[in-house]
T-cell receptor, first 112, second 112 residues
Framework: SQQGEEDPQALSIQEGENATMNCSYK?????LQWYRQNSGRGLVHLIL?????REKHSGRLRVTLDTSKKSSSLLITASRAADTASYFC????????????FGTGTQLKVEL | SQTIHQWPATLVQPVGSPLSLECTVE??????LYWYRQAAGRGLQLLFY??????ISSEVPQNLSASRPQDRQFILSSKKLLLSDSGFYLC???????????FGPGTRLTVL
C-alpha cells in the first residue's frame, strides 16, 4: 500500500485563494518532501522538511509536519492559475536506503 | 547544475516487442539513479534504483530490467512488452549526500 496518501485527491479554487493539501504516512521518516508535476511533465522539487522540524516556508509555500500524527500539510497562499498542477508528498523512510516513497497526489486547479 | 535527459519522449510499441529507454545525466558524478513508472492519474511507483555502475536494485518483480553501464547512464529494458507496461516512465537522480531527487522529462510509453 502507499506510504503517503494525499487528501484531497482533487481541489479546485479561485485565483487568490489559499490551497491546502494534506499527506499522511505510516512509518518513521527521515524527511518528507513535496513535489509538483505539471501535466505530462517530470516532477519538480518544492520543499523538504526534516523529521525534527515542524514548519518550513519557501515563498508562497508553507509546509508543516506532525510526526506524532504522521501527517504533513502543504499550504499555497494567494494561488495563481500557474499553480495548477498535481502535488505529491514523498517520504524518505528511516532505514529506507536512499529511496523516496510517493503518495497518490492532489490535483490542484486554480481558476481565473 | 544537473540535467537529466530521457529518450525517447514518446513511444508506441506492440505487445511482445522489446523496449529500451535511456536516461543520461549531466552536471554531477556518481549520483543515485532511479526509474519510476506512473500510471495515468496515479502516483509514482519505484521500479529500480542504482547507487553505482553495475549496481541495480529491483523494487517490484515485473517484466522489466535495468542496467547502468556508465556512471551517468541508466537504461530500462524489456524483452517482451505487456499491455500493463504502458505508462509514463521517469528517471531521477539524487546527488550523493543530499536528499532531494531531480527528475527528467519522462517517456510516455503506450503498448498496443
Amino acid at each position: 500500500s502507499q506510504q503517503g496518501e494525499e487528501d484531497p485527491q482533487a481541489l479546485s479554487i479561485q485565483e487568490g485563494e489559499n490551497a491546502t493539501m494534506n499527506c499522511s504516512y505510516k512509518t518513521s521518516i527521515n524527511n518528507l518532501q513535496w513535489y509538483r508535476q505539471n501535466s505530462g511533465r517530470g516532477l519538480v522539487h518544492l520543499i523538504l522538511i526534516r523529521s525534527n522540524e515542524r514548519e518550513k516556508h519557501s515563498g508562497r509555500l508553507r509546509v508543516t509536519l506532525d510526526t506524532s500524527k504522521k501527517s504533513s500539510s502543504l499550504l499555497i497562499t494567494a494561488s495563481r492559475a500557474a499553480d495548477t498542477a498535481s502535488y505529491f508528498c514523498a517520504t524518505d523512510l528511516t532505514g529506507g536506503g536512499n529511496k523516496l516513497t510517493f503518495g497518490t497526489g492532489t490535483q490542484l486547479k486554480v481558476e481565473l | 547544475s544537473q540535467t537529466i535527459h530521457q529518450w525517447p519522449a514518446t513511444l508506441v510499441q506492440p505487445v511482445g516487442s522489446p523496449l529500451s529507454l535511456e536516461c543520461t545525466v549531466e552536471g554531477t558524478s556518481n549520483p543515485n539513479l532511479y526509474w519510476y513508472r506512473q500510471a495515468a492519474g496515479r502516483g509514482l511507483q519505484l521500479l529500480f534504483y542504482s547507487v553505482g555502475i553495475g549496481q541495480i536494485s529491483s523494487e517490484v518483480p515485473q517484466n522489466l530490467s535495468a542496467s547502468r553501464p556508465q556512471d551517468r547512464q541508466f537504461i530500462l529494458s524489456s524483452k517482451k512488452l505487456l499491455l500493463s507496461d504502458s505508462g509514463f516512465y521517469l528517471c531521477a537522480l539524487r546527488i550523493w549526500g543530499t536528499d532531494t531527487q531531480y527528475f527528467g522529462p519522462g517517456t510516455r510509453l503506450t503498448v498496443l
